[in-house]
């Protein structure tokens, strides 16, 4: 699913319609270069289902955690790590619970650890907007697809 955002609000918009489709335990892989809007994606995400506060990219910290709707959600930025064994270190298993929600922005540098995403989002910058592509891998995914299309 190709959709074209034209500016930030529309990405935001387009978020929250997306989060409301997400089934528990969803793990979702965003892609796309720096500045392509992945945050914002999740911040949209995370305004959905209520968070008021501020949502940073947790490119320094790695991980930032929200509790919302009565469940785990978990921000990843996995810019900066130089080996996917790393997320080994940093106990990213314990992250991937069945009963959490999981954002992980920058998926390839965890290529070899991290299991397959449930649906990717790839963002893509054109001029002042983006496009954003939406791909399921699992049922999870096909389920959050046909959510989208109702």
Not at 46 to 75: C, D, I, M, N
Not at 126 to 144: A, C, H, I, Q, Y
């Amino acid at each position: 699913m190709l959709i074209h955002l034209p500016d930030e609000v529309a990405t935001l918009d387009f978020a929250g319609r997306f989060f409301r489709g997400l089934p528990t335990g969803c793990l979702v892989f965003l892609r796309g270069n720096l500045g392509a809007g992945k945050t914002t994606f999740v911040r949209g995400c995370l305004w959905a289902a209520g968070h008021r506060g501020k949502v940073k990219s947790p490119t320094f910290t790695l991980v930032e955690e929200y509790s919302l709707q009565g469940r785990a959600v978990y921000h990843f930025d996995l810019y900066r790590i130089a080996d996917p064994e790393e997320l080994e270190w940093m106990g990213m298993r314990d992250y991937l619970r069945p009963d959490a929600l999981c954002f992980i922005e920058w998926p390839e540098r965890g290529e070899g650890v991290l299991p397959e995403a449930d649906v990717e989002i790839f963002l893509s910058i054109e001029g002042f907007s983006r496009n954003l592509t939406v791909s399921p891998f699992s049922d999870k995914g096909r389920e959050v697809l046909r959510e989208l299309s109702v």
